[in-house]
């Protein structure tokens, strides 16, 4: 890591903890079936990516949910209640930690995320830091629905390092997504995989990217 410039920063579970179950059980009670194979970590039904990638907006992804579950008369809040029962929060320390990695590195952040889901944390940085949005911790911050590209795919970290004029060989990428990373590697970025028994504060602090 001595030679890091650079850090891109996913948000779910690397900054912003979220659990999968929690959406998966709210959509079962809305009676989707298969609700693994319709909605989980590793992969989804394509409604997700055409929402993260704002090839729709929130009022046909609702459309969307009610025919899936075959439910017409599901209300616009039933709906936004699942969908952002995942998110979990931010662990204060996380943000103390961002401002301190901006300090010392060009930080990014690069997340697939939706405008349910960004309104709904938007809301959440207001009640609970006073924040009107993430702007503060990085250089510079990409949402997937905005930029109309997710990950893995390559075109949005080749966004990411050509935006700013990166050197790939200076650049490190956190995400707990090993599909995402995979890409990342391909392209010659290095790499770290956040899992659920790590975190933010100890990655940084064992890797000797900051110091107590």
Same mark, same amino acid.
């Given at each position: ?111 697939? !995320?939706?405008?349910? $889901? *960004?309104?709904? +944390?938007?809301?959440?940085? /207001?009640?609970?830091? %006073? @924040?009107?949005? =993430? #702007?503060?911790?990085?250089?510079? !911050?990409?949402?997937? $629905? *905005?930029?109309? +590209?997710?990950?893995?795919? /390559?075109?949005?970290? %080749? @966004?990411?390092? =050509? #935006? ?17 990373? /995979?890409?990342?590697?391909? @392209? ?25």
């Amino acid at each position: 890591m001595q030679n890091i410039k650079n850090i891109i920063f996913d948000y779910g579970n690397v900054i912003f903890l979220i659990d999968f179950l929690k959406t998966q059980n709210s959509f079962t009670e809305l009676g989707i079936h298969n609700v693994e194979t319709f909605f989980a970590h590793s992969g989804h039904h394509s409604l997700f990516d055409q929402f993260e990638t704002g090839s729709i907006s929130a009022a046909e992804f609702r459309e969307g949910i009610r025919e899936i579950t075959s439910q017409p008369n599901l209300s616009d809040d039933q709906i936004d209640k699942a969908w952002t029962s995942l998110l979990i929060g931010v662990p204060p320390v996380n943000h103390d930690l961002l401002l301190k990695a901006k300090n010392q590195y060009r930080t990014f952040l690069l997340s697939n !995320i939706n405008e349910i $889901h *960004l309104d709904f +944390i938007h809301g959440y940085l /207001k009640r609970e830091y %006073q @924040l009107d949005s =993430n #702007d503060q911790f990085f250089e510079k !911050i990409y949402y997937s $629905h *905005l930029v109309k +590209i997710r990950k893995p795919n /390559k075109e949005i970290f %080749q @966004l990411v390092v =050509n #935006d700013n004029n990166l050197k790939i060989e200076e650049t490190l990428f956190i995400d707990d997504s090993p599909q995402h990373l /995979k890409t990342a590697k391909e @392209l010659g970025l290095h790499t770290h995989l956040m899992t659920a028994d790590d975190s933010l504060e100890k990655f940084l602090y064992r890797s000797g990217l900051l110091k107590h």
